[in-house]
């Protein structure tokens, strides 16, 4: 494999974007299948529905601060391979996806270790009652073996990903994802180990994307190969993955917090009920986020290739094409769950209680939805050209600083309907005051160098 194969800085910039995107969309709707389908069987399961429903959504933090590891080291290190190679440094893109590939390794074995000691301390924490904590730690115990798995599958597969090879990274999730969605109903209800069967499910699945993943990067096709001896720990390696990594670490772990005290507030205020709506409302705004979040991913590799290359000129415009291919798709899927959002929440549970409430949380949670593409695509242009701190930032305003307090505060005013607003108010601020900083720092910046580049000419 040469070093030209997969040169993002031939052809128009939305080409390459949209190469990269059709795939990576798919990979991630697959991807986001892996709990979704959870979701739609459990909540299938005769009388207990409603509460595995819940018992399920007391996970999701958990779940969220596995998967922001393996961000952490498969976002950290994958733009600045993308960089790497954009400079025709082959052998330091490789030292960079070796050191990534040791400390997801290291830390899979740290968070399982740690998960397992207090693991169900933190679900009675995380708003678990007497009714539904049995379901939670019954799922999470399994789920947690499964640990080096969701990293390696995932982790490495933005490496994958990053050099051009969207179709293989799709079929990473995509081969966990079928097997998942054949052995759900096999365990939760052949065998009818319920929600233990769920979580066998899913940690043999990820078990089958992991080993592809390994498989590829160990193998003739792939630019950037895993060697042994590229992954021995350098500091500046390290620190760079980090750094970078650390934007969408944080999305996971404010995801995370937010979950927590969504929560904990609606048991306080709706019980039961309200934690399984909202863990209905996170599987769809999961599935309806991937062609905005696709996109904007899509775009790093292509970004920080030309960025690497001194293409600035080419950067503005991947950014443009981002910008607004992401919201029209974002608007078009608002609409739809707006209009209908009893159809979305039958696709989870046929409770009538969960749809009646459904429906208007429904409706307050997502209003104003179409706003989170600037957010998700300004951070993603951040990330993509090593601009990390600006991303960290972006992460913790939105999600720590205005959703967290809100969600504590407003239903103490207007009751429970004030945990679904407070979301809906940060889209509006989070994602405007993230795109706006984003021009004028980033696109100031590729603007001055771009005119530079020119005089040189």
């Known amino acids: 494999m040469g070093v030209e194969e997969n040169n993002f800085a031939r052809g128009t910039m939305s080409s390459h974007i949209i190469h990269l995107a059709g795939p990576m969309i798919v990979a991630q709707l697959i991807n986001v299948l892996y709990n979704?389908?959870?979701?739609?069987?459990?909540?299938?399961?005769?009388?207990?529905a409603t509460l595995a429903m819940g018992g399920l959504g007391l996970c999701l933090p958990l779940i969220s601060i596995?998967?922001?590891?393996?961000?952490?080291?498969g976002m950290g290190g994958s733009p600045l391979c993308s960089i790497?190679?954009?400079?025709?440094?082959?052998?330091?893109?490789?030292?960079?996806?070796?050191?990534?590939?040791?400390?997801?390794?290291?830390?899979?074995?740290?968070?399982?270790?740690?998960?397992?000691?207090?693991?169900?301390?933190?679900?009675?924490?995380?708003?678990?009652?007497?009714?539904?904590?049995?379901?939670?730690?019954?799922?999470?115990?399994?789920?947690?073996?499964g640990t080096l798995f969701v990293l390696i599958g995932l982790g490495m597969n933005s490496f994958i990903n990053s050099q051009g090879f969207a179709k293989i990274g799709m079929m990473t999730v995509m081969l966990g994802a079928v097997t998942n969605i054949i052995l759900d109903p096999i365990f939760i209800f052949g065998l009818s180990l319920g929600v233990k069967g769920a979580a066998i499910a899913t940690v043999f699945s990820q078990f089958v994307s992991a080993v592809w993943t390994f498989h590829f990067l160990t193998g003739d096709k792939t630019i950037l190969k895993i060697k042994r001896e590229k992954m021995k720990l350098?500091?500046?390696?390290?620190?760079?993955?980090?750094s970078l990594g650390m934007a969408g670490f944080m999305m996971g772990i404010t995801n995370s917090i937010v979950t927590i005290v969504c929560n904990s507030t609606l048991q306080s205020y709706g019980g039961d009920l309200y934690v399984a709506i909202m863990t209905i409302i996170n599987s769809i705004r999961e599935v309806i986020s991937l062609p905005g979040q696709g996109l904007a991913n899509a775009s790093q590799p292509v970004l920080g290739?030309?960025?690497?290359?001194k293409q600035y000129q080419r950067v503005l415009q991947g950014m443009k094409f981002v910008t607004i291919a992401s919201l029209v798709t974002s608007l078009l899927l608002w609409g739809c769950v707006t209009s209908?959002?009893?159809?979305?929440?039958?696709?989870?549970s046929h409770n009538q209680d969960i749809i009646s409430h459904g429906v208007v949380s429904i409706r307050l949670y997502f209003f104003g939805f179409f706003m989170m593409s600037f957010q998700m695509t300004g951070q993603a242009i951040a990330v993509g050209l090593g601009k990390s701190k600006q991303a960290v930032f972006f992460s913790i305003f939105r999600k720590v600083i205005i959703v967290a307090p809100l969600t504590i505060i407003l239903p103490r005013f207007i009751g429970i309907n004030g945990v679904f607003i407070a979301e809906a108010i940060s889209n509006f601020i989070g994602g405007g005051a993230c795109y706006i900083t984003m021009l004028?720092?980033?696109?100031?910046?590729?603007?001055?160098?771009?005119?530079?580049?020119?005089?040189?000419k």
Not at 36 to 48: A, K, N, S, T
Not at 66 to 73: Q, T, V
Request: hydrophobic fraction near 50%; charge should be negative.
């Open 36 to 48: 979704v389908i959870d979701r739609i069987y459990i909540g299938r399961i005769p009388e207990v």
């Open 305 to 309: 290739f030309n960025y690497g290359a």
């Open 84 to 145: 790497a190679r954009g400079k025709g440094d082959i052998d330091e893109a490789e030292e960079i996806m070796g050191n990534s590939f040791t400390l997801l390794i290291l830390f899979s074995i740290l968070i399982m270790v740690i998960g397992f000691l207090f693991k169900e301390d933190l679900l009675w924490l995380f708003g678990a009652s007497e009714n539904t904590i049995g379901y939670a730690n019954d799922y999470m115990s399994i789920y947690l073996f």
């Open 340 to 348: 209908l959002p009893e159809l979305f929440i039958r696709i989870f």
């Open 66 to 73: 596995i998967i922001a590891f393996a961000n952490l080291f």
């Open 440 to 456: 004028l720092t980033i696109g100031q910046e590729l603007m001055k160098k771009s005119k530079e580049v020119d005089l040189i």
């Open 234 to 242: 350098k500091a500046c390696h390290v620190k760079r993955i980090f």
